[in-house]
């Protein structure tokens, strides 16, 4: 059974430093999203991206937060300097297009101290 | 743009009892609709889908949604169900003109008691 593989589960970190997590997408699909959960906003979505390429970055801090997809079966979300307020747990989610649903990873927690 | 609105936060119920978990939707252009279900510590995983036919759709555990146009509605519904149901449950309106992006309800808290 073909499932997003995300990569830490948990990190904890202390203010100001360096937090990359990483996603495996299901093989074969196109579409990557990131999403924040948090109890307070609930699922936002980040950015995402199709064949690679980002197509809407709206939903980031521009500033501090960054996604990438070096190559078909890594996405990458970076936040640099983490702030207490990052801490959420962040999901990644492949998928096809035109009404395919999403496949989601099992998160990374994280917690900015 | 598209919107989803869940009414019930929170739904507790006893075991055995049929539920209904309320979903509404908001757009301009025909959509897809979908349930997914979330366990704690786990990511989301799809319940059932609407894509186009019939308007009654099955989907896991026992669980069925029905779509109405009308109504813009998407009500997810279960006859009978087990404490293994307790989880929180995210309706999902997604167009087929924005490379499957979905936007997500805020989530309705099913808590099934004994």
């Known amino acids: 059974d073909a499932r997003v593989t995300q990569t830490p589960r948990h990190k904890v970190t202390e203010m100001g430093q360096e937090v990359t997590m990483r996603c495996q997408p299901i093989?074969?699909?196109?579409?990557v999203f990131w999403y924040r959960q948090t109890m307070m906003q609930g699922l936002e979505l980040l950015a995402y991206?199709?064949?690679?390429?980002?197509?809407?970055d709206s939903g980031m801090p521009k500033d501090r937060f960054s996604a990438e997809m070096p190559d078909a079966t890594l996405a990458t979300l970076k936040i640099q300097p983490s702030e207490p307020r990052d801490s959420a747990v962040y999901f990644c989610?492949?998928?096809?297009?035109?009404?395919?649903?999403?496949?989601f990873g099992n998160g990374t927690r994280l917690t900015v101290t | 743009a598209q919107s989803v609105t869940q009414l019930d936060s929170q739904v507790p119920v006893f075991e055995e009892a049929p539920v209904e978990l309320r979903c509404n939707y908001s757009?301009?252009?025909?959509?897809?609709l979908f349930w997914y279900v979330q366990y704690p510590n786990q990511g989301l995983q799809l319940l059932l889908k609407?894509?186009?036919?019939?308007?009654l759709v099955k989907g896991i555990n026992g669980f069925e949604a029905e779509f109405n146009k009308s109504q813009t509605s998407f009500h997810l519904r279960k006859p009978s169900v087990h404490i293994s149901d307790t989880a929180e449950y995210f309706c999902?309106?997604?167009?087929?003109?924005?490379?499957?992006?979905?936007?997500f309800g805020d989530g309705t808290t099913l808590t099934v008691k004994p």
């Open positions: 989610a492949s998928g096809l297009e035109q009404g395919s649903p999403l496949h």
């Open positions: 093989l074969g699909h196109n579409t």
């Open positions: 991206f199709r064949n690679r390429a980002p197509l809407d």
């Open positions: 757009s301009s252009v025909s959509v897809y």
């Open positions: 609407y894509l186009s036919g019939s308007t």
């Open positions: 999902a309106v997604s167009v087929n003109t924005n490379a499957g992006k979905s936007t």
